[in-house]
């Protein structure tokens, strides 16, 4: 695994990324659980993507998931919707990461 980079030095947004997603929730294109379990889980995964943000998906997704079972007992959402969930996440933040 790379080395976590404790600060994206191209500009990565979390707060910018959580209301992307808040308002994907809000016209009903996200779930059916309240928003804040996906804010829990959406930070938790873009937190995985700011620190390494170069390394590959399943890299990526082991972190996640260590992350993910630790946090479990208080989640919602189920692991095979949370991991699809925060794939496209970290699409959309590669995007907005590449044109800045």
Do not use: T
Not at 43 to 67: I, T
């Amino acid at each position: 695994m790379p080395h976590p980079h404790p600060d994206d030095p191209h500009g990565f947004d979390l707060d910018a990324e959580l209301e992307y997603w808040r308002a994907v929730h809000a016209i009903g294109r996200l779930g059916h659980h309240d928003f804040d379990q996906y804010r829990h889980l959406l930070r938790m995964g873009l937190e995985v993507y700011r620190a390494w943000p170069d390394a590959s998906e399943e890299q990526r997704y082991r972190v996640l998931q260590d992350s993910y079972h630790r946090r479990a007992p208080g989640l919602a959402v189920a692991w095979d919707e949370a991991r699809w969930l925060v794939r496209h996440a970290w699409q959309h933040a590669g995007q907005a990461r590449a044109l800045h």
